[in-house]
């Protein structure tokens, strides 16, 4: 019994460094120093992010830059947490495989956020989320997906469309669970509640300069 538990933290421990050093790799950053020798986050907004990569690099780097973000998210999801369950042995079976998913992911977007390749300064975590959500809920990211993309394109302003689809995405699933009776995981409402607290959290700065009217916008 007591190896079992041991195999179990042994595997969390696993999932946990995987997802962070998988979420951790800069891509922005790297791309910068890459493509025009700079550091990112010493022009533009001074985010390591796709939308600051967007500004300073271009629209190719800055999509590039997301579909590298989010795939970090969905191979911590799809991925590393059967990683986790391997190495765990069957005593780690017994956990809900939302429950490694969910860990693995979380700690893709830790890494991301505070990047141990560029010193704890990393982008704000939206990308690397919505890749971690397409990998828990598909088509209801791909909703809130939509949603950003639709008042990124009304009003040129990142932030808002990041807010208000990450936002939209406790609505879908609630949507699913209750109004269209499909079963969907306690804990992926409660994690998908949560997150939408760190990207708010994540975006402080942004919500203040949108109050003030002084948000940038892109071309």
């Known amino acids: 019994m007591q190896t079992g538990y041991i195999a179990m933290i042994g595997a969390g421990l696993a999932v946990i460094l995987c997802g962070y050093l998988a979420g951790s790799i800069p891509t922005a950053l790297w791309l910068g120093k890459a493509l025009r020798g700079i550091d990112i986050r010493e022009h533009g907004s001074g985010n390591a992010g796709a939308t600051n990569a ?14 590298i973000d989010m795939g970090k998210g969905l191979l911590a999801t799809t991925v590393l947490w ?3 369950i391997q190495l765990g042995g069957s005593q780690s079976s017994q956990i809900q495989p939302v ?18 390749f560029a010193r704890f300064r990393g982008g704000k975590g939206v990308g690397t989320a919505a890749g971690l959500f397409l990998g828990l809920a598909p088509w209801q990211t791909a909703l809130s ?7 990124v394109w009304r009003t040129r302003i990142v932030s808002l469309g990041s807010m208000i689809g990450a936002l939209s995405l406790p609505v879908a699933l609630l949507v699913t669970k209750y109004g269209l009776g499909r079963p969907i995981p306690g804990i992926t409402l409660a994690f998908a509640g949560a997150l939408v ?23």
Not at 145 to 151: D, E, G, K, P, T
């Open 99 to 116: 429950v490694w998913q969910i860990t693995a992911g979380c700690a893709a977007v830790f890494g991301h956020i505070f990047s141990l």
């Open 82 to 84: 059967r990683i986790a």
């Open 54 to 67: 967007v500004r300073v690099l271009g629209w190719k780097a800055g999509i590039f830059v997301l579909i």
């Open 197 to 219: 607290l760190i990207i708010l959290y994540t975006h402080r700065a942004n919500l203040k300069r949108l109050v003030q009217g002084e948000e940038k916008t892109i071309v």
């Open 145 to 151: 997906l939509l949603v950003f993309a639709m008042i």
